[in-house]
């Protein structure tokens, strides 16, 4: 059969609602023109992430009943722990409510001011963190994917020369080295293992070790098992290991790639890294084995963990956010080719090539994606990103794009037609799309809780 069906049946339902134009016009204007403020409810399909939206399965749900909420040992820990390192290799396990509490950890127990963080692209909070501990978020992803029409199967490896010239330049201040596995902030690009692999050795040369951001790995060992030569058919579960395998350690946001609706980790296998994380972990986390979670959270990712690397799982989510994807290039609408794993790219830019950079031209067809159909989505570009110099001069990111994040396991065929008719729809009125200019921009993670107008005309 050539139709890749959903792996699942529905047991549980949520309604959701729709509203009018002029409803969706009211709750924008009262959101500040910021599509993080929107009530939930107001939204009819929800694309702003794929992070702790995803449907748990019966297993993890079962799970949940099975928590064991003792404060010091639970069994659910071991469980946990067990699960993490079948997959991940590394000597100790540490638990964290989610992947920004593992950064937040990670740089205060490692990083100095000064330092320099090189990786492929660092995700909004890490770099957040990285800087917050003093020292530089260095992106280094590949030349090729700064061009979102050219189609190459791992636009989201770093540029092995680039990581050469900075270990060199910045040798002794370099605690680690961060790639961000499938890289969710260059579009949801997949890594290669061979580019896994010359860049642990070139880190050996270095000393620095080598760390994944591993939110969304089960989506990358997908991609290298269907691009990468030598890898097709391989189990995921297999690949995954040689990803981390090639990693002295690893954080993670299980929001993603683990089905929970909450947690993360740090995996690690240097000792005396692990026992200052902890040390760290006692004082605003919680004890060691539970990290801010309930027993019931670890339990579900555990299980998650093993669902996730299910083959026909991974066949049916690239497969479905490939298909959203070939629907609207075929409508002509602008995107970032290849398409991501858990999410279609829009270029904002191309989009509403009406509007320059400092109206946001990204964030403006979000919110009337809003206005238009009650879909709610990303921007990952000119908010996010843009940086202003003391005399005023702004620097825009290579890429003004707008993310449709498919959450795993909870919108149908039907759901995503629905998107890909609104965006069609929307792209034939593209010139009526009104710019927005910031009324209050938050010095730190921006796009989260500033406030917008639109311009005039
Ligand atoms: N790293 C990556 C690659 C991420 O995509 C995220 C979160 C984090 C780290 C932080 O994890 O949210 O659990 O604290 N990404 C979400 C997103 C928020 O929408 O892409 P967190």
Redesign the pocket.
Same mark, same amino acid.
């Given at each position: 059969m050539k139709t890749i069906i959903e792996p699942f049946r529905i047991k549980v339902v949520e309604p959701i609602r729709p509203t009018t134009r002029e409803e969706r016009e009211r709750y924008l204007a009262e959101a500040g023109h910021n599509p993080f403020r929107i009530r939930a409810e107001h939204v009819l399909i929800d694309l702003l992430?794929d992070?702790g939206t995803g449907a748990m399965s019966t297993r993890q749900w079962a799970g949940i009943m099975e928590g064991d909420e003792s404060y010091a040992g639970a069994r659910s820990f071991f469980r946990f722990e067990a699960s993490v390192r079948s997959v991940f290799g590394h000597r100790h396990v540490i638990p964290a409510h989610?992947?920004?509490a593992a950064e937040r950890l990670l740089c205060g127990a490692v990083v100095q001011p000064g330092d320099v963080i090189p990786g492929n692209t660092h995700?909004d909070?890490?770099r957040a963190n990285i800087e917050a501990a003093g020292a530089v978020a260095l992106d280094l992803p590949v030349p090729e994917a700064r061009d979102p029409d050219l189609i190459l199967p791992f636009k989201g490896n770093i540029d092995l020369d680039a990581l050469e010239a900075a270990l060199r330049a910045h040798a002794g201040h370099v605690p680690f080295v961060l790639l961000?596995v499938t890289n969710?902030s260059g579009g949801g690009q997949p890594v290669s293992l061979a580019n896994l692999r010359a860049a642990r050795e070139m880190c050996d040369r270095h000393g620095v070790p080598l760390l994944l951001?591993a +939110?969304r790995f089960a989506e990358n060992a997908w991609f290298i098992r269907e691009r990468e030569p030598g890898q097709e058919g391989r189990a995921p579960l297999d690949i995954a290991r040689d990803m981390f395998a090639c990693s002295q350690g690893a954080l993670m946001?299980m #929001? #993603?790639d683990a089905f929970g609706n909450i947690g993360?980790l740090l995996s690690l296998d240097d000792d005396d890294w692990a026992q200052r994380v902890r040390t760290a972990l006692i004082l605003t986390e919680g004890f060691v084995t539970y990290g801010g979670l309930a027993g019931r959270d670890l339990e579900a990712l555990a299980v998650g963990l093993e669902e996730i690397l299910d083959p026909e799982y991974l066949r049916y989510r690239i497969r479905s956010t490939a298909y959203v994807g070939e629907r609207l290039q075929a409508a002509g609408v602008p995107l970032l080719k290849p398409f991501g794993g858990h999410a279609v790219y829009l270029d904002g830019r191309r989009f509403c090539d009406h509007l320059p950079d400092i109206l946001y031209p990204g964030w403006s067809l979000s919110l009337a994606l809003y206005v238009h159909a009650g879909i709610r989505a990303?921007e990952i570009g000119n908010v996010m990103f843009g940086r202003q110099d003391p005399d005023g001069t702004w620097h825009w990111p290579p890429l003004d794009l707008v993310r449709l +994040?498919i959450p795993r396991r909870v919108y149908t065929q039907s759901h995503m037609d629905y998107v890909v008719e609104a965006l069609v729809e929307l792209f034939a009125e593209r010139c009526s799309i009104r710019g927005v200019r910031f009324v209050h921009r938050p010095p730190v993670l921006p796009h989260f809780t500033a406030v917008f107008e639109p311009v005039q005309g």
């Open positions: 992430t992070s989610q992947g920004r995700f909070t890490t961000t969710n951001d +939110a946001s #929001k #993603k993360g990303c +994040a």
